[in-house]
């Protein structure tokens, strides 16, 4: 029975009316014929039909039916379209349909690589499009969109090729977004007056649910999200260092000149061992991949010892060049702790073992006094000595002895010291039972370095540990100032204060 109080839809070619279609076949054809016209035609209908898209995609990203029915050819066009059209772009609502179009393609390549194929495939190529979009072409909220869907299309094997065709500029952008999205986010958005915002930006971020504060976090949710998207995006290219690919040991050296570049990149085990094998080929990439290790050497935050260790001997007897004699000198340091000395202590009588442990207990004791005296540098030497006569199964003497020259090290403000000093004791004291005054003594040279998150994670660990092994009342004051001040400054929007005194003066 009709119902006479429905009106209804004239449309032959209505999205959603092509979604009720009882018979598949003519489903699939409507659905296929409209995909083809949307970015031929005018329609307010259009945002609409798009913001149902983007739910469907948000939900069933696996579902292969509308990318087979030219969905990733329709959602490029229409963001080119946005690019070249500004008139259409600012008419009605279209200004919604960039994004969409970006998040769409995004969802539907995340997870399934023959999807992320079809998207890259010669007829439809979708990347030029967020190209435009991750150059800033409209604005940082689209770019957010681009980059999460790039980030995912380089993440496939079957994919990865065809976005790497645009290498150079992606990885440069991406450099260049990762560092200074939270600025561009800042002010072109949190910075600004309620009433000066863009109100799609707006509306897109809250959806109409919560006022200026949950607008605000949602901005900044989003600011961080697009930073990590650009960082992600780096990284499937760096993840990609092989003999067919010269650029990616290029991209590792370069991220390898930057703390947080250096840092990600040591986390990886593949890439540093990719790094050594690379060490050992053609000469161009031996270069730059020696390069790269040396910058991770020189890095005492970055712990790829054990890594270089077991590739030592193969290094040594290849004949390889160092262009670094420090860095050579490291790794024959790390060298001479982990196998040489073992080897020297086994042949070792008792009693020469015996002697040494006193000359350890001893020189520990004089190292104190020195200190408490305050003759910093020679309580330092003092306490050098003492690590190297400190016998390898001594564990607890060498925690001391590093966590004490580190305190050493941070009076005389050598930070890069006091953190390799404080590193070394706490991995000898362990991740379950970590010394608590080395603990301490790194966040205040990561602080004094200007590491504010490194130093907060290490005191908030020091304050953690001191919870556990007493009353809340005895966690120390200095210990609470830290973390207030580290807070503060690793908030994502911490120079706005700053920025903001500047200007107002």
Not at 485 to 500: C, G, I, L, P, R
Request: charged residues 30%.
């Amino acid at each position: 029975m009709l119902n006479f109080d429905e009106p209804q839809c004239k449309n032959p070619s209505c999205f959603f009316c092509s979604m009720k279609e009882t018979n598949p076949f003519r489903r699939r054809s409507k659905l296929a014929a409209i995909f083809k016209e949307i970015p031929c035609t005018e329609s307010k209908d259009h945002v609409l039909v798009l913001s149902g898209l983007w739910n469907i995609a948000m939900s069933e990203p696996d579902d292969p039916e509308f990318p087979s029915l030219g969905l990733f050819e329709c959602m490029s066009k229409l963001i080119q379209k946005s690019i070249r059209n500004r008139a259409w772009l600012l008419k009605d609502q279209n200004i919604f349909i960039p994004y969409y179009a970006a998040h769409i393609i995004g969802s539907y390549v995340m997870n399934k690589e023959d999807l992320a194929a079809r998207a890259v495939d010669s007829k439809v190529f979708v990347v030029p499009a967020l190209l435009e979009l991750l150059r800033g072409k409209i604005s940082w909220v689209e770019q957010r969109a681009a980059a999460r869907a790039l980030g995912h299309l380089a993440s496939h094997e079957k994919s990865f090729e065809a976005v790497s065709l645009f290498e150079e500029e992606i990885v440069k952008l991406s450099m260049e977004i990762a560092s200074n999205c939270l600025k561009n986010v800042y002010r072109s958005f949190l910075g600004v007056e309620d009433r000066l915002r863009l109100k799609y930006q707006s509306d897109l971020l809250t959806r109409g649910l919560g006022g200026l504060e949950t607008e605000n976090q949602k901005a900044e949710e989003w600011g961080i999200q697009l930073q990590c998207w650009s960082l992600y995006l780096l990284n499937c290219f760096a993840l990609r260092v092989n003999r067919k690919s010269p650029g990616g040991i290029g991209l590792i050296k370069t991220l390898c000149k930057t703390e947080l570049g250096r840092s990600k990149v040591s986390e990886v085990k593949e890439v540093i061992e990719r790094l050594c094998d690379l060490s050992r080929s053609s000469d161009d990439w031996k270069i730059m991949a020696l390069d790269a290790l040396l910058m991770l050497l020189r890095d005492s935050n970055v712990r790829i010892a054990q890594i270089v260790l077991q590739d030592y001997h193969k290094i040594k007897y290849s004949g390889l060049k160092m262009n670094s004699e420090d860095a050579q000198r490291s790794i024959e340091n790390l060298w001479e702790i982990k196998v040489e000395r073992k080897k020297k202590e086994k042949l070792m009588s008792e009693t020469e073992l015996g002697e040494r442990r006193k000359m350890v207990k001893s020189l520990k004791k004089q190292g104190k006094k020195k200190f408490l005296m305050g003759f910093v540098k020679e309580a330092m030497e003092i306490y050098t000595v003492g690590i190297g006569l400190c016998p390898l199964d001594m564990i607890r003497d060498r925690v001391v002895l590093y966590s004490n020259r580190a305190q050493c090290c941070l009076l005389l403000k050598k930070a890069e010291s006091a953190i390799s000093d404080a590193t070394r004791a706490l991995c000898l004291s362990g991740v379950d039972d970590p010394h608590g005054k080395s603990l301490w003594r790194r966040s205040q040279a990561y602080d004094l370095k200007g590491s504010a998150r490194e130093s907060l994670m290490d005191c908030l660990a020091f304050v953690d540990q001191r919870l556990k092994r007493s009353s809340p009342e005895k966690i120390p004051y200095y210990a609470t100032q830290m973390i207030r001040k580290q807070m503060s400054a690793t908030w994502v929007f911490s120079w706005v204060n700053f920025t903001t005194r500047k200007s107002d003066g």
